[in-house]
Nanobody, 128 residues
Framework: QVQLVESGGGLVQAGGSLRLSCVAS????????MAWFRQAQGKEREFVAA????????YYTDSMKGRFTISRDTAKNTVYLQMKSLNPEDTAAYYC?????????????????????WGKGTLVTVSS
């Protein structure tokens, strides 16, 4: 059974940092790219970042590059999203997702509809 379990969300003041974690289980990790999306209230789910399971390739939405860093620990089957310099516009539910690598070959930004698996999300609230 595939599971993606996010954690690490919470309330943080503007300018602060958070690290989100996503523990994966139930599928062959090497075949998948792991991604983070976010969805603010009333808005569509948007791509944040992604990483190949080997860690050799990373992808970022331009607006978040430099503030967000995606990484993974293969020994722990865990993907992380380190977020810094947070602002109230970063307030959203953050979701971990997995997609077969062939499905996103050649892409630099991933449509939410391409993802094979989703976690339930973790809420990040940034106060001003």
């Amino acid at each position: 059974q595939v599971q993606l379990v996010e954690s690490g969300g919470g309330l943080v003041q503007a300018g602060g940092s958070l690290r989100l974690s996503c523990v994966a289980s139930g599928f062959t990790y090497s075949n998948y790219v792991m991604a983070w999306f976010r969805q603010a209230q009333g808005k569509e789910r948007e791509f944040v970042a992604a990483i190949s399971w080997s860690g050799a390739i990373t992808y970022y939405t331009d607006s978040m590059k430099g503030r967000f860093t995606i990484s993974r620990d293969t020994a722990k089957n865990t993907v992380y999203l380190q977020m810094k310099s947070l602002n109230p516009e970063d307030t959203a539910a953050y979701y971990c997702a997995a997609v077969l690598s062939g499905r996103v070959a050649g892409l630099y930004s991933f449509p939410a509809s391409f993802m094979n698996y989703w976690g339930k999300g973790t809420l990040v609230t940034v106060s001003s």
